[in-house]
Structure formats: structure tokens, C-alpha cells
């Protein structure tokens, strides 16, 4: 498995000094981890690590090169719970991601429900909240498997943290194989859902990986969050059963994963070796 970096790693700084960073770490993967449609005021001035989706992608990409880093995946996190709306990151921005990573050859999409904002969002039945989703997911869905790009929805609101809410979106969806997992330990973990089960469920819809660990002091919270952004500790050292999911994982020719895990070097590096120990 190819194991990159959430491109976090400084505050307030631009994707180049992220990789810069990346590169010094020895690393050579790397997501791009936040995306906006338009211009980004804070982009712009080189104080955020955001990509416009309405640049040329291969400037990007040539950007990612100069430091030697490959882009694993397009983050393109939306509100799928909330009311259509061109000011909130949704159907629109899924699909400029899906052109914008087929043009450079990036497979994979990363795209969740997100916890709800709205009040309209929070009253959803269940019903109403796959329904909603899956009419939002329905023409990025079709349009990814014609450009030859994946889809993938990442454990980090009420409908996504459950192996039953991802399982419904697939089935209204019609199950096409241009709609995946993107398995995120600790968010699944947090939402209260067993990771590994999940893992053993979707292992052969799951092509990606967030790995993040947490610590014994997250346990009160689970079952009350959806999704915590990154960890600051080491693979293996908190509560989530990192092993686990390895050995359901291990056999599943998953191509890459991204440490989600924001502390010194020498955490992501024995993250790094945590992973390799455990045969992915």
C-alpha cells in the first residue's frame, strides 16, 4: 500500500509549503486534501492548502511533481444532508473533482454526508437522509464511470458511520462500481461503528484508506460525533483496533492509504512502520 499524507502539516500555509514539508519527511504521496470551486481569498495569499477546482489540474499536478509526490486522491468533502444550495460544497463540486482527477489521473474521489448544519438536515428521517444523498450522488456517480474515476464516501456523518447507511446509498444507487469506500478508522470508530466490521463488509469496495488512531480519553464521545479531522498520535498507541482492519485488509490489493494524523515527524514515520508490520 502507498502511504501518503493529509496535507496539513503546517497552519496557515499553502499546498507548495505542505509538500515542501512532505518531501523532507521522505514521503512521496500525498492527497489533495481541501478543494474549492472558484478562487480561494486565503488560497490566494497562500495561507490556506486549498486547489481551486476551476484551475488547470495539470498545473497542480506539475506542482506535485516538482517535490516529487504523487496525488493519491481529490478531496471533495460536501454537505449531502443539506438543501441544495450553490453556497454549500455539494453536487456541483463532486463533479468538477471527478473531471478535474480524471484529467490527471487521479481514480479516486473522496466525498461524505457530513455532520448536519441545517435544521431542515438535522429533521430528516432516515429514509429521507439516503434519499437525499443519493439524488445528490446520482449524476457525479454516472459521470465518474465515464471518465474512469471512482467515487468514494468516507465515514463522517450520521448516514456514512454506519455500515447500514452506506449500504443503503449503494443499493439506491444500484450498487455501480464507480461508487466505493473510502474506510476512515477513526472516524468510523468515533461514530460508533467497529471498523474492522465495516472493513469486512466493504473490503472489496473499499480502495482507499484514512488511518487515524485515537486515544482512551475520545471514548466518552463515540456514538455523539461524526468524524474528528486528524489524530496526534501514533498507529497502535490509542484505542481502535489499527490490526484489525490490517488483517481483514491485508489481502485486498488496496493501492493506497493516507495517514490523517497531524504531530512531529517521528509519529508519521513509526505510523509508517506500524503499517508495514502489519502487512499492508
Known sequence: ????????????????QQLKHAKEMGFTYADITDTNAGGSMLGTAGFSPTVSLDENPFEVKRLFEKYG???????????LLE??????????EIMKT?????????????TTDTDPRSD?????SYQESIFVMAEKLYTPVKMAADYGVRILLEPHGPVTDSIQGLQDVFDKLGNPDSLGVNLDTGNAWLGGTDPVEMARVFKEKIHHVHWKDLEAEWEPKRGTMFGCGFSNIALGDGVIDIKGVCDVLKDANIESGTLEIIAPEDVLKKSVEYLKQCGM
Open 83 to 92: 438543501p441544495s444550495n450553490p453556497g454549500i460544497y455539494g453536487t456541483s
Open 120 to 124: 431542515w438536515a438535522r429533521n430528516l
Open 1 to 16: 500500500m502507498n502511504i501518503g499524507l493529509f496535507l496539513l502539516i503546517e497552519p496557515f500555509a499553502s499546498v507548495e
Open 69 to 79: 509526490i504523487t496525488p493519491l486522491t481529490v478531496c471533495a468533502h460536501a454537505g
Open 98 to 110: 471527478v473531471q478535474f482527477a480524471a484529467a490527471i489521473g487521479i481514480k479516486d474521489v473522496v
